[in-house]
């Protein structure tokens, strides 16, 4: 008879606090990673925080090589010549610094190698800091694909309070989305009878709830609300650890925004959409849809599509799409299948569209 094994793999350490980034080198060291080490950041985030990170590695006498990846989608073409860069070197650990197209990027080219992985982001504009999923254009599919767990997520508070709050914003709103993706993840269980952990799936609707009670701190220049946010995020990526699954957050919510994602001509940031679509699927699942608004509201991140430059046309055409994205994903979209007609309707009633 066959074990039924389900393998969690979790960050070893977590680091989240202004100054954080003079500690790599000494993290790197108790992680027994001694010798060599290979940064994949962008040419901006490497002034911010790579050479930071790479004076703390060679300081603690590690061979550091660098990769800088220009792109500001993440690509295959961006993964493979990161695979190429960890061949040559054959690093003990890959530093990913920067924002979700860098820290994904490292992430799974890493995995494809056998690799650890060390995630160093320098925004908070989405969960995917500390998950073992990558998003990469260029695969067969358009949302996230199973990479590897960061052995370590380093977050510099002082770093990433300087970037525009838009990604503060953003990111509060891809926690918010754990509302509704549980919802999902549930319906999927009842109506067939899919796997559901119920730990994991407490500890992601619990991050979206830090983010409602202290939704009055999350603000431009609040340090409080930003350690509040990246608390979340980092609770959301450690739920996608142990479920073993994107499901306990990332639903329909999040197929919206990858079909906004391929409609729309100028997308809007990751977070923000999802933050959208989750007022929308609320509304469906028949929840209090007003809190979730109020709290974006509050957070700073928007409510309507106006305020991200897109279309009603392109949030109907992507509403009515969302399904599509992952037919073998079962959502109240499948439970309530909408029509152009409907769609509008919906996103009308949420004050998502006017």
């Given at each position: 008879?066959?074990?039924?094994?389900?393998?969690?793999?979790?960050?070893?350490?977590?680091?989240?606090?202004?100054?954080?980034?003079?500690?790599?080198?000494?993290?790197?060291?108790?992680?027994?990673?001694?010798?060599?080490?290979?940064?994949?950041?962008?040419?901006?985030?490497?002034?911010?925080?790579?050479?930071?990170?790479?004076?703390?590695?060679?300081?603690?006498?590690?061979?550091?090589?660098?990769?800088?990846?220009?792109?500001?989608?993440?690509?295959?073409?961006?993964?493979?010549?990161?695979?190429?860069?960890?061949?040559?070197?054959?690093?003990?650990?890959?530093?990913?610094?920067?924002?979700?197209?860098?820290?994904?990027?490292?992430?799974?080219?890493?995995?494809?190698?056998?690799?650890?992985?060390?995630?160093?982001?320098?925004?908070?504009?989405?969960?995917?800091?500390?998950?073992?999923?990558?998003?990469?254009?260029?695969?067969?599919?358009?949302?996230?694909?199973?990479?590897?767990?960061?052995?370590?997520?380093?977050?510099d508070t002082k770093v990433i309070i300087n970037v525009p709050y838009r990604f503060i914003a953003s990111g509060c709103g891809d926690v918010i989305a754990k509302f509704t993706s549980i919802r999902d993840w549930k319906l999927a269980h009842k109506r067939r009878k899919?796997?559901?952990?119920?730990?994991?799936?407490?500890?992601?609707?619990?991050?979206?709830?830090?983010?409602?009670?202290?939704?009055?701190?999350?603000?431009?220049?609040?340090?409080?609300?930003?350690?509040?946010?990246?608390?979340?995020?980092?609770?959301?990526?450690?739920?996608?650890?142990?479920?073993?699954?994107?499901?306990?957050?990332?639903?329909?919510?999040?197929?919206?925004?990858?079909?906004?994602?391929?409609?729309?001509?100028?997308?809007?940031?990751?977070?923000?959409?999802?933050?959208?679509?989750?007022?929308?699927?609320?509304?469906?699942?028949?929840?209090?849809?007003?809190?979730?608004?109020?709290?974006?509201?509050?957070?700073?991140?928007?409510?309507?599509?106006?305020?991200?430059?897109?279309?009603?046309?392109?949030?109907?055409?992507a509403l009515v799409k969302a399904p599509k994205i992952r037919p073998e994903r079962y959502t109240i979209l499948n439970e309530k299948p909408l029509t152009s007609q409907s769609a509008r309707e919906l996103a009308k009633s949420t004050g998502v569209i006017d």
């Amino acid at each position: 008879m066959g074990l039924n094994l389900h393998r969690m793999e979790l960050p070893r350490e977590i680091i989240v606090g202004n100054g954080s980034l003079g500690l790599v080198g000494d993290v790197c060291k108790k992680l027994g990673f001694s010798k060599s080490a290979l940064v994949i950041t962008g040419p901006t985030t490497m002034r911010t925080a790579g050479q930071r990170v790479i004076d703390s590695l060679q300081q603690e006498r590690l061979i550091v090589s660098h990769h800088i990846v220009s792109s500001t989608i993440p690509t295959l073409t961006d993964v493979k010549r990161s695979e190429e860069e960890i061949k040559r070197l054959a690093p003990q650990v890959v530093f990913g610094i920067g924002g979700g197209t860098k820290i994904d990027i490292a992430k799974l080219s890493s995995a494809r190698l056998g690799v650890p992985f060390i995630s160093v982001p320098t925004t908070a504009s989405h969960d995917g800091m500390a998950s073992p999923f990558a998003s990469i254009r260029g695969l067969d599919r358009p949302y996230s694909v199973k990479a590897q767990s960061p052995v370590a997520v380093i977050a510099d508070t002082k770093v990433i309070i300087n970037v525009p709050y838009r990604f503060i914003a953003s990111g509060c709103g891809d926690v918010i989305a754990k509302f509704t993706s549980i919802r999902d993840w549930k319906l999927a269980h009842k109506r067939r009878k899919e796997y559901y952990a119920q730990y994991t799936g407490s500890l992601a609707v619990m991050s979206a709830q830090h983010i409602v009670q202290n939704a009055d701190i999350v603000k431009p220049g609040s340090e409080d609300g930003l350690r509040v946010l990246l608390e979340a995020l980092v609770s959301c990526g450690v739920a996608m650890c142990i479920g073993g699954t994107s499901k306990p957050c990332s639903g329909s919510e999040h197929l919206f925004s990858h079909a906004l994602d391929m409609v729309a001509p100028k997308p809007a940031l990751h977070g923000e959409q999802c933050g959208l679509g989750t007022t929308m699927m609320a509304s469906l699942h028949g929840m209090k849809w007003s809190v979730i608004r109020d709290t974006l509201n509050k957070v700073g991140a928007p409510v309507t599509a106006e305020e991200v430059g897109i279309d009603a046309e392109h949030v109907v055409e992507a509403l009515v799409k969302a399904p599509k994205i992952r037919p073998e994903r079962y959502t109240i979209l499948n439970e309530k299948p909408l029509t152009s007609q409907s769609a509008r309707e919906l996103a009308k009633s949420t004050g998502v569209i006017d």
